[in-house]
């Protein structure tokens, strides 16, 4: 079955700080991994795509993937959080008839 | 307008009745998508059209739920007999040419 795993509920980090949101993923054949963050009683706003080519992907708002096929990770990281970054981060794969899986979201907390 | 846009952004109904959520994507867009999100999950997805047809109703939860796309532009998500377990935030998004799907702000339903 094609899955997508966030094993962290929550992660804090100060501001200034780096950050990691971690993914795993379980598809067959090639991946197509999305980033989603989603602000309180708003949808869900794209951040960042893998589809093929370079295995680190730049996004909005300075986020950015790395993409790892032996590991069959898609983590998010930034160089320096922001508290404005704190919302709900969704990993998701997009499968062969389009729809998206998604993650059960990490909820990013950044302390001033 | 630029975005996707979803009406209405709240519905309070009785268990038992009937609702229809609308979605307008952005202009253009080809893909429709209908995902469901319950509090503390992430998005499930419903339905999937490719201009006016449904390409994937996989996701579709039972025969209560139904949703047409005429002129292959609008859609509405209609669902017959709602149950209290039918409330959760309903997304919406679009696509062109399979690249990023770009979600609606929701229409958040509540069955008493």
């Known amino acids: 079955a094609q899955s997508v795993a966030q094993p962290e509920d929550q992660v804090n980090v100060a501001e200034g700080n780096p950050l990691t949101v971690k993914c795993t993923y379980s598809v067959s054949g090639n991946p197509y991994l999305f980033w989603y963050v989603q602000y309180p009683n708003r949808g869900l706003q794209f951040l960042l795509k893998y589809i093929t080519g370079d295995n680190l992907v730049k996004g909005s708002y300075g986020f950015e993937a790395e993409f790892n096929k032996s590991q069959t990770s898609f983590h998010l990281k930034k160089p320096s959080a922001l508290v404005s970054d704190s919302a709900l981060y969704f990993c998701?794969?997009?499968?062969?008839?389009?729809?998206?899986?998604f993650g059960t979201g990490t909820r990013l907390q950044v302390f001033p | 307008g630029a975005g996707v846009s979803q009406t209405p952004s709240n519905k309070v109904t009785e268990k038992g009745k009937y609702v229809e959520l609308r979605c307008d994507p952005i202009?253009?867009?080809?893909?429709l998508y209908w995902y469901r999100q319950s509090l503390g999950q992430g998005p499930e997805f419903l339905i999937y059209?490719?201009?006016?047809?449904?390409?994937?109703d996989s996701g579709l939860p039972n025969d209560r739920f139904f949703a047409v796309r005429p002129e292959g532009s609008v859609s509405t998500l209609k669902i017959q007999r709602t149950e209290r377990g039918d409330s959760a935030v309903y997304l919406c998004a679009s696509s062109s040419g399979g690249e990023a799907q770009y979600f609606g702000p929701g229409t958040r339903l509540l069955v008493l």
């Open positions: 202009s253009g867009h080809t893909a």
């Open positions: 059209f490719q201009g006016t047809g449904a390409a994937d």
């Open positions: 998701a794969v997009r499968v062969i008839t389009d729809k998206l899986i």
